[in-house]
């Protein structure tokens, strides 16, 4: 809300400066989103008076002024047309700096202007930024300028000075999105008194006018009130700069009464033109199926039977506490007007504005809550504003009022209080005093009193609520500090740390071969995943989505990964290599939670795009980017046990290259895929779930004996691989073979085109004594053997 | 005789020890240890004399060539290792290596800023005693908001702009949570089928969702909260867990501020502000010349949060706070555009340089 500093003075004697305010402001649960400074940088701009004024004689379209500023007078050029001799205008002379067109500021210097000296400029509205558009320079006004003010400040003349506050109120404080009640706060915090405004009382009841409410739980109050024998004006320029510096503008004097009552008290009211409507049957009532009305922005909306309207026997007004409608509202030709204010149930107000996309100032202030207690006071100060602004011979009406209201109370316990805020300084006595300045009704009872919540508050209903006004108005800074306690953590969810562990383990490892870790949002494209071939139909999918490509949420890490490789090669990123640990969804299934509505369950999922230059480096690794791979995710996966999981379709990898884990699976991409996403390169990836634990290893004594190494080549078919060897020489299971290592793998032309060479280091060792070379080969060539015989078939040899 | 044996030595001595000096190489070097202390060397012939002599004498001449060999061996000595580093440095002059050619590269991996900074929140909230619990992040909207005092069609809803999602006719209605304030509903749900077990005190890190998209706001982001419930904890409490939190995360010298505000699951509610880390409050771009950044939310549980919980409001109460983990890096890593996090380019994600 748009709060002027010095229209807030006219509730209150404030005495500070507008950053003061917005701080005691603050203070009191009001921040703002900055101050405004309104005439800034127009301290140099006097008061001139045009003395003379001729053509410029090699330019038609400019003048040559004389402009008298008290202590001399000044030769102008000046483009506009717009002043005559004796007209008073805004100067700036040489060196003065004003805001400019643009804003970006702009210093006076002596100018020769087509051979005629200027020495200032004759300013326009624009080019001090008062306003958006001007036609010619600023003429001041001759009430306000005249012989006595050359040289005063422009900005003192006109009262230019002034600071905005852009305040935010929370959405419990209907009432606090208005001057009055604002004002009220800073009163009850400073203790200075609010100022009384014009109010004008109405005659009340009368006969004619009949405001009825069909059902209260609807609008818990109706006031209506016929002023007659009003005038169209102009609007004083006082009330139309309030409501330009509140954020709206003035329309006519009318509408400007409503407005301002809106902005000053809080209160949304209407003014209906009084011949237009039935003040008899005058009623706030549900629309009725069929029904619809034309409202004041000119839109025809067809109602709901959920929306509230005011009616008269003719039919619907207006949509109630949103918008008038076009038909009653008030016109330049109107004499009679009836004026509505009322209370409407904020979550009808809400439902039918989101209905029909609808919102104002009023259904802003009516969805947030205001009360029907004081309608008095606003029709009175209503007729006091049509007073001023308007004229009128009459104003009489009667209001219909929920009588089952009542104004809710609550017990005051000191201890209680104490029990959440710590010890007070204050007696109770001064706290009521300061509770009193807020409109709270005090009933002593016993030692202590009966606090009555002030009528304008609607989301009270607590001790706690009123602990929050004592903390607000003492000041949160003046609660007592106590030192940190430290307890036990207890918590009695099921206890998920475990699982995030090792997340934090397995991501480790990761990054350290090389992995960076990316954060994707939860959101998926489910024609994507589809793609990745995935089963359709059970994904979590959203009502609302924000894009369409996010209309569900994910089943997989590896579809928002192999996007996030694509926008990095786009972008010519090297060594892209991410890895991501967080929640896919699905509609049914088991779930990390208890009692989870969906499936959710952690996954951790990698893709290593290997990018032609890569491998352009010195010293490049000139193994093929699979066995890299491999290698890698071998060794992070070692350091976990995680449990059996299916993570990802097989159609998703090359069908020759993939890498199947009980607990997931990776491999190199598809080309489908690859040509998909537009990839060059070698793209690998692997998901798995993240169910399970960190793999518990032991430290053992370091082997005592020394151990013996012998190789082995063979010439073997291409089509044996080396996973069929390294089981054969497992099934031999030597005693004293620790390891085998294939080291040498090639294929060449002299090998022929059927035949490749496989080459091992084994190493032998006797964990209990010296193994002597004897040993060693008698148990290597025994291994040798198996495999010629187990692979005799392939004709296998010995190189 | 003596005398002139003793003659002999003295000018052999010196006759080497000029051929010493001289050598160019270990070679000349080695030659002319040969040609005085090699078996048939000079000094080696002098002393085979010395057998004739009488046993005076042998030892006198002994004495001295004695003295002769040791100062002739340390001359050859000391000149061999100077010649031996020479020869060394010229050899290693010829090294044909290019050590200005790179290194092989050794890429190293980084954790996500907003992972770095929740593992650091998580274990400064360990210490003030906060377990860490976790929530489903579909949620029933009943524990997202009506059981957090949301009202049904208050305008409060519309401070949390809400992904709904897709249900089956008639079931629960659903939506991606907007706070991780359900992990509050959840612990104190199954705290009360466990005997209302009492102090709880967690904290909940994780992904919360806003149907917001522009430079400042990302549909997902992350929110880690705190919740301690027990039948003494106060604002006070509260304000020195905030207090301990920030100045371990930011910097010792960090203070905080406390301001009222609304949260529809606190009563009162706060708006916690850390002094400005960038400016030590001299007014800066970042704090708006204010001094302060705004960090967190807070309050003491409503009492109506512990009834629609299974909780008698008069028997228990409690504090909570949350606050936005993207918010706290930024703050923290001087990330300078929200939109970074989620973009995952390896040039940010490695990190500053």
């Known amino acids: ?799 | 005789m003596v005398e002139n044996t003793i003659e002999k030595l003295r000018s052999l001595r010196a006759e080497a020890l000029q051929k010493i000096s001289a050598a160019k190489t270990s070679d000349q070097l080695e030659s002319v240890r040969v040609e005085y202390l090699g078996k048939k060397g000079k000094v080696s012939e002098v002393l085979a004399a010395l057998k004739d002599l009488d046993a005076d004498s042998r030892k006198k001449v002994g004495q001295i060539s004695n003295e002769v060999k040791s100062v002739l061996e340390d001359g050859i000595s000391s000149t061999r290792d100077q010649l031996q580093q020479s020869e060394m440095d010229a050899e290693l002059k010829k090294d044909s290596l290019d050590s200005t050619a790179p290194g092989i590269t050794y890429f190293r991996g980084k954790i996500h800023p907003i992972r770095q900074v929740l593992r650091e929140a998580i274990s400064i909230l360990e210490l003030a005693g906060l377990s860490a619990a976790y929530g489903p992040e579909v949620e029933f909207e009943d524990y997202c908001f009506d059981k957090l005092n949301f009202k049904p069609g208050h305008a409060a809803r519309d401070m949390q702009a809400t992904f709904f999602v897709k249900t089956d006719e008639g079931a629960k209605p659903l939506v991606l949570r907007t706070h991780t304030s359900p992990v509050q509903v959840r612990s104190l749900l199954t705290a009360a089928k466990n005997n209302f077990t009492l102090p709880i005190r967690i904290q909940a890190p994780g992904r919360v969702y806003r149907m917001d998209d522009d430079s400042t706001h990302a549909p997902m982001f992350h929110q880690i909260e705190g919740l301690a419930v027990d039948t003494s904890s106060t604002m006070g409490d509260l304000r020195a867990v905030l207090d301990f939190f920030f100045r371990k995360f930011f910097d010792q010298s960090v203070k905080i501020r406390f301001r009222p505000s609304y949260f529809p699951f606190t009563e009162p509610s706060a708006e916690v502000d850390v002094s400005c880390v960038f400016c030590a409050q001299k007014g800066c771009r970042v704090c708006k010349q204010s001094g302060w950044i705004e960090v967190a939310g807070a309050g003491m549980v409503h009492p109506e949060v512990f009834e629609a919980c299974g909780w008698d409001p008069k028997k228990v109460q409690g504090w909570a706070f949350g606050m936005g983990v993207e918010r706290l890096a930024m703050l923290k890593l001087g990330v300078p555009d929200l939109r970074l996090f989620f973009e995952n380019r390896m040039s940010f994600l490695r990190g500053a340089r």
């Open chain 1, 1 to 799: 809300m748009k709060l002027s500093y010095k229209y807030f003075k006219e509730q209150l004697d404030f005495d500070g400066s507008a950053q003061d305010l917005a701080r005691v402001l603050a203070d009191l649960g009001f921040p703002n989103d900055g101050v405004t400074h309104q005439g800034e940088g127009l301290d140099q701009v006097v008061v001139g008076k045009v003395l003379t004024k001729n053509k410029h004689p090699q330019a038609d379209r400019l003048n040559l002024l004389t402009v008298d500023v008290g202590s001399e007078q000044l030769p102008i050029v000046c483009g506009a047309q717009n002043m005559v001799v004796g007209d008073f205008v805004a100067l700036a002379p040489i060196g003065a700096k004003i805001p400019g067109k643009d804003g970006s500021g702009l210093v006076m210097k002596e100018a020769k202007i087509r051979g005629e000296t200027s020495k200032g400029m004759c300013c326009s509205e624009v080019e001090l930024r008062l306003s958006d558009e001007s036609d010619g320079i600023l003429l001041l006004p001759k009430d306000k300028a005249n012989d006595s003010t050359l040289g005063k400040k422009v900005s003192d003349i006109l009262n230019l000075q002034d600071w905005i506050l852009d305040i935010d109120v929370t959405p419990n404080r209907g009432d606090a999105l208005s001057y009055r009640g604002l004002a009220r706060e800073v009163s009850a915090k400073t203790g200075v008194k609010l100022k009384s405004l014009a109010t004008l009382k109405w005659k009340n009841p009368t006969s004619g006018i009949n405001p009825t409410i069909e059902n209260l739980k609807d609008a818990s109050g109706f006031a209506a009130c016929l002023v007659q024998g009003v005038n169209s004006k102009p609007t004083p320029e006082f009330w139309q700069n309030f409501l330009q510096k509140s954020g709206a503008r003035s329309i006519s004097n009318l509408v400007d009464v409503t407005n301002i009552v809106l902005f000053e008290l809080g209160h949304p009211i209407h003014f209906f033109d009084a011949d237009k409507v039935d003040p008899a049957t005058i009623q706030v009532r549900r629309a009725k199926a069929g029904e619809s009305v034309k409202l004041l922005n000119d839109q025809t909306i067809k109602l709901d039977p959920e929306d509230l309207v005011i009616a008269d026997s003719s039919g619907v007004l207006s949509l109630a506490g949103i918008m008038g409608g076009a038909e009653s509202s008030v016109s330049s030709t109107t004499r009679n007007i009836l004026i509505e204010a009322a209370c409407f149930n904020p979550v009808l107000i809400r439902a039918t504005a989101k209905r029909h996309g609808l919102s104002s100032e009023s259904s802003h202030r009516f969805e947030r809550g205001l009360t029907p207690f004081r309608l008095d006071e606003v029709i009175e100060r209503a007729i006091g504003l049509l007073k001023e602004l308007s004229g009128f011979e009459t104003a009489a009406g009667t209001k219909v009022i929920d009588r089952h209201l009542e104004k809710k109370s609550i017990l005051y316990e000191r201890a209680k209080v104490e029990a959440k805020l710590g010890k007070l300084a204050p007696t109770d006595e001064e706290i009521f005093e300061m509770l009193r300045r807020l409109d709270y009704e005090i009933q002593p009872k016993g030692s202590t009193a009966v606090l009555g919540f002030p009528w304008y508050r609607t989301d009270m209903s607590h001790l706690e609520d009123v602990m929050e006004d004592i903390a607000r108005l003492l000041g949160y800074e003046n609660l007592a500090k106590v030192p940190l306690k430290s307890f036990e953590s207890v918590s009695t969810l099921k206890d998920l740390s475990p699982m995030h562990s090792l997340s934090d383990k397995i991501l480790n490892e990761f990054i350290s071969i090389g992995f960076s870790e990316a954060i994707h949002m939860s959101f998926a494209d489910e024609k994507w995943e589809k793609k990745l071939g995935l089963t359709t139909g059970e994904s979590v999918a959203l009502q609302n989505p924000i894009h369409s490509e996010k209309s569900h949420l994910r089943r997989t890490l590896a579809g928002g990964l192999l996007e996030r490789a694509q926008l990095n090669a786009n972008h010519s990123e090297d060594e892209i290599r991410l890895v991501e640990v967080g929640p896919v969804f699905k509609k049914t299934g088991a779930s990390l939670y208890d009692e989870s509505p969906v499936s959710e369950e952690f996954r951790v999922g990698c893709v290593w795009l290997v990018q032609a230059q890569d491998k352009k480096r010195l010293w490049s690794n000139k193994a093929d980017a699979f066995y890299e791979f491999k290698g890698a995710i071998q060794s992070v996966l070692g350091q976990v046990s995680l449990e059996r999981a299916e993570t990802l379709p097989t159609s998703l990898f090359h069908p020759n290259r993939i890498l199947n884990f009980t607990s997931g699976i990776a491999g190199e991409l598809h080309p489908r895929l690859m040509k998909l996403l537009d990839l060059s390169g070698r793209c690998f990836i692997g998901e798995w779930t993240l169910q399970g634990a960190e793999r518990k290893f032991k430290y053992e004594q370091p082997p005592q004996f020394p151990s013996i190494d012998l190789d082995v080549s063979f010439l073997v078919p291409k089509t044996l691989s080396v996973q069929e060897m390294l089981d054969c020489f497992k099934k031999s299971s030597s005693q004293i073979l620790e390891w085998v290592r294939p080291y040498d793998l090639y294929e060449s032309k002299d090998l022929g085109t059927q035949k490749k060479s496989m080459t091992f280091a084994m190493r032998y060792r006797d964990p209990a004594k010296t193994l002597t070379m004897e040993e060693a080969k008698q148990a290597h060539d025994k291994i040798v053997e198996a495999a010629m015989k187990t692979f005799a078939k392939d004709q296998i040899a010995l190189r």
